[in-house]
């Protein structure tokens, strides 16, 4: 059974910090490119970030220079570092994991940017 639980979300002032972490089992995570995406409030669900099984990156350009993907592939856990975050920010973000032919979904962890 392949699982992909999320943590780290909360609630955070703006220009803070927080990273989420995904930790995945069930598949060979390796060979998985892993993303992030989120969802905010009345918005459709965007990528955020991505991560090949390689180690090659890619970003949405709202986050690009703020959000840091990475994969620790010893703990099967990908991580999301967000910095400078901004009230624009606040959504539900979800952990993917792209394993041929499928991809997977967390059920998601909720990030609140607010004074």
């Known amino acids: 059974q392949v699982q992909l639980v999320e943590s780290g979300g909360g609630l955070v002032q703006p220009g803070g910090s927080l990273r989420l972490s995904c930790a995945v089992s069930?598949?060979?995570?390796?060979?998985?490119?892993m993303g992030w995406y989120r969802q905010a409030p009345g918005k459709q669900r965007e990528l955020v970030a991505r991560?090949?099984?390689?180690?090659?990156?890619n970003y949405a350009g709202s986050v690009k220079g703020r959000f840091t993907i990475s994969r620790d592939n010893a703990k099967n856990t990908v991580y999301l570092q967000m910095n400078s975050l901004k009230p624009e920010d606040t959504a539900v973000y979800f952990c993917?994991?792209?394993?041929?032919?499928?991809?997977?979904w967390g059920k998601g962890t909720l990030v609140t940017v607010s004074s």
């Open positions: 069930g598949i060979i995570f390796r060979d998985s490119a």
């Open positions: 991560i090949t099984s390689g180690g090659g990156t």
């Open positions: 993917t994991a792209e394993f041929s032919p499928r991809v997977y």
